[in-house]
T-cell receptor
Framework: DQQVKQNSPSLSVQEGRISILNCDYT??????FLWYKKYPAEGPTFLIS?????DKNEDGRFTVFLNKSAKHLSLHIVPSQPGDSAVYFC???????????FGQGTTLQVKP | DTAVSQTPKYLVTQMGNDKSIKCEQN?????MYWYKQDSKKFLKIMFS???????INETVPNRFSPKSPDKAHLNLHINSLELGDSAVYFC????????????FGEGSRLTVL
């Protein structure tokens, strides 16, 4: 029973356009959400996070949106660059458990 | 200077063998983790140690035994390897036991034949 789901296995966008990666979760006790980026043969690296008390967090070209009522978050990348091509993992945690639950990832390809 | 390093990166072995994967972090973190990425690409937590104390032990077969000799090291020993153990195993560390940003190693790809 997967508590964090990324239903799009892949996404292809043109350089300079917006990339929108989506993530859904089922556990209403999750209170912290993160996005990780992973290149081939490397471990995931932290990208951006958001607490459940917020609905938006921005860091440069990356913005994460949280819709608690819909149990949905999304990552926006504007403008997309070829170097953004990677697998993006959504993750969620319930802070008192110490566990980070990951989705299965979305492969983003940004075409020049 | 690698922050979280795992060895070996690749491991090919026969069913029934015993193998270990080592992990070391030089970030001064007090919490370390083992995650497994299976064929469906999900990253699933297996174990977590905080200052050498086991704090998370997910539903993992007893054949998997973590060991933390000090807070900078977390090793994973697997007995009687099975085909289904084939996966990429990631070590990670964080400051504090309540998950925030995790720092991952490059992963160790285990193939059981």
């Amino acid at each position: 029973d997967q508590q964090v789901k990324q239903n799009s296995p892949s996404l292809s966008v043109q350089e300079g356009r917006i990339s929108i990666l989506n993530c859904d979760y089922t556990n209403s006790m999750f209170d912290y959400f993160l996005w990780y980026k992973k290149y081939p043969a490397e471990g995931p690296t932290f990208l951006i996070s958001i607490s459940s008390i917020k609905d938006k967090n921005e860091d440069g070209r990356f913005t994460v949106f949280l819709n608690k009522s819909a149990k949905h978050l999304s990552l926006h990348i504007v403008p997309s660059q070829p170097g953004d091509s990677a697998v993006y993992f959504c993750a969620a945690s319930e802070s008192n458990t110490g566990k980070l639950i990951f989705g299965q990832g979305t492969t983003l390809q940004v075409k020049p | 200077d690698t922050a979280v390093s795992q060895t070996p990166k690749y491991l090919v072995t026969q069913m029934g063998n015993d193998k270990s994967i080592k992990c070391e972090q030089n970030l001064g973190h007090d919490t370390m983790y083992w995650y497994k990425q299976d064929s469906k690409k999900f990253l699933k937590i297996m174990f977590s140690y905080n200052n050498k104390e086991l704090i998370i032990n997910e539903t993992v077969p007893n054949r998997f035994s973590p060991k933390s000799p000090d807070k900078a090291h977390l090793n994973l020993h697997i007995n009687s390897l099975e085909l289904g153990d084939s996966a990429v195993y990631f070590c990670a560390s964080s400051q504090g036991r309540h998950t925030g940003e995790l720092f991952f190693g490059e992963g160790s790809r285990l193939t059981v034949l």
